[in-house]
């Protein structure tokens, strides 16, 4: 079935560095990528989302390109602040089969921790 | 527009009881779901709905059940909790207009002892 591994966490920064979290899939079918983002004692919020192979999905200076060849959805920011820190989880969900409409796979997610 | 409400944000049960975790949305979405999260495991569906009326089962249903009857709620039930149903519960609903945005509720977190 299809399945979502990202990096473990925690991964902790000082505020302007360079932030990659590695995200990789496995689907049967043509899914598409999510990046959801958790602060503290909430719920989950979209942060960015691609539809399609060589989509690049963009928001608040995070972005992530959908590589089909390599099974990929890297998110990254060229320079986090310590608002950033935050849980991230990689998702995807397969819109193209009727049974598979609306369910989503969702990494572990990474914790990430932006000093000052 | 209040987006997707849960209540209650906190429950301490015992081993055995029941209960009822509420979830209602006021963006008209026809889907929703229910997930729960644990550490280092993400988030893992437990049931969802495509509409009124209609429901099924996602990866982990055993213990829950869910019914469907009006677009804006969707109640989980817990027939008889046990410790192994802790965990934070959360709800969503995904709209329908082609954006495909998956809007979540703040969560419950249940403990069970």
């Known amino acids: 079935g299809d399945s979502v591994t990202q990096m473990e966490g925690p991964v902790t920064l000082s505020e302007e560095a360079f932030l990659t979290i590695n995200c990789t899939y496995t689907a049967t079918g043509y899914p598409s990528l999510f990046w959801y983002v958790q602060y503290p004692g909430e719920g989950l919020q979209l942060l960015l989302k691609a539809t399609k192979a060589d989509d690049k999905g963009s928001n608040k200076g995070f972005e992530a390109t959908y590589r089909k060849e390599t099974t990929s959805f890297h998110l990254e920011k060229g320079s986090v602040q310590v608002s950033d820190s935050a849980v991230y989880f990689c998702?995807?969900?397969?819109?193209?089969?009727?049974?598979?409409?609306?369910?989503?796979?969702f990494g572990a997610g990474t914790q990430v921790v932006v000093t000052p | 527009n209040a987006g997707v409400t849960q209540t209650p944000k906190f429950q301490v049960l015992k081993t055995g009881q029941s209960m009822t975790l509420q979830c209602a949305q006021d963006m008209n979405h026809e889907y929703m779901s229910w997930y729960r999260q644990d550490p280092g495991m993400g988030l893992r569906l437990i049931h969802y709905s495509v509409g009124a009326g209609i429901t099924d089962q996602g990866e982990v249903p055993n213990g829950y059940n869910v019914s469907r009857s009006t677009t804006e709620d969707f109640p989980l039930r817990l027939l008889s909790a046990a410790p192994s149903q802790t965990s934070v519960y959360f709800c969503?609903?995904?709209?329908?207009?082609?954006?495909?945005?998956?809007?979540f509720g703040p969560g419950t977190r249940l403990t069970v002892t």
């Open positions: 998702a995807l969900s397969d819109r193209e089969t009727t049974d598979s409409w609306g369910k989503f796979q």
């Open positions: 969503a609903s995904i709209s329908g207009d082609g954006s495909y945005e998956q809007y």
